[in-house]
């Protein structure tokens, strides 16, 4: 019994290591931020049966995951530091976008299921930082019913702070909400080259 369980260790190990080396392969890198796209088959709680994406900044550590439902577009996205054991974020219906993007969506709107949608105040973008995450709000025009704010993650070797584009400071989440997403945050992270 005691070799079986060793041998069922080791098939497991080795299953990480190759999903692993096969994330790493996936990665698409570009300013230093890489990311790239989990199988619904690999995501577990909270984001079970559901798309995912893991991004990171190589320097600063500053790590998210994003989980989509193709179905309805809603995506919730968990913000951490894979280096420190500072404060993490969650941010529900949030998209993951690269910085190098935001002129074009400053200028033509974000994709959207219904067409291009205004980023809420394009006055306040601040200089860009390695990620971004933007968020539907609601609107008060006729025209758009909801535009999208900006997040920008800025993260240190100790803190990480999440600060939106009219200069709201994210509040980090609950510890409750942390360890809802611990088991997910790693196994996902351990995926990411060192």
């Known amino acids: 019994m005691c070799v079986f369980k060793q041998l069922l260790t080791a098939l497991a190990a080795l299953q990480v ?21 989990v199988p619904a088959e690999q995501m577990t709680a909270p ?9 990171y900044s ?14 309805t577009g809603a995506s919730t996205v968990f ?12 941010i529900e219906d949030g998209r993951y976008y690269r910085s190098q993007y935001l002129p ?10 219904f067409g ?28 758009n019913p909801y535009c999208y704010r900006i997040y920008y993650i800025d993260a240190s070797a100790t803190a990480l702070n999440v600060t939106r584009d009219d200069g709201y400071k994210l ?3 609950s510890k409750k909400t942390v360890a809802k997403w611990s088991p997910l945050r790693r196994k996902l992270t351990a995926l990411i080259k060192p």
Not at 47 to 54: D, N, Q, T
Not at 83 to 89: I, P
Not at 127 to 143: G, H, Q, W
């Open 116 to 143: 291009r949608v205004p980023l809420c105040d394009p006055n306040q973008r601040k200089k860009s930082t390695s990620l971004i995450v933007l968020e539907k709000e609601p609107a008060d025009t006729d025209v």
């Open 47 to 55: 984001c079970s049966h559901l798309a995912g994406l893991v991004a």
């Open 79 to 90: 913000i951490t530091n894979r280096q420190s054991n500072s404060a993490a974020y969650e």
């Open 104 to 113: 074009e969506l400053m200028k033509e709107g974000v994709p959207d299921r």
């Open 17 to 37: 290591l190759s999903y692993a080396a096969w994330a790493q392969e996936q990665a698409v890198c570009s300013s230093a931020v890489c990311s790239f796209h």
């Open 171 to 173: 509040p980090p989440a």
């Open 58 to 71: 190589e320097p600063t550590g500053a790590t998210l995951i994003q989980c989509s439902d193709p179905a």
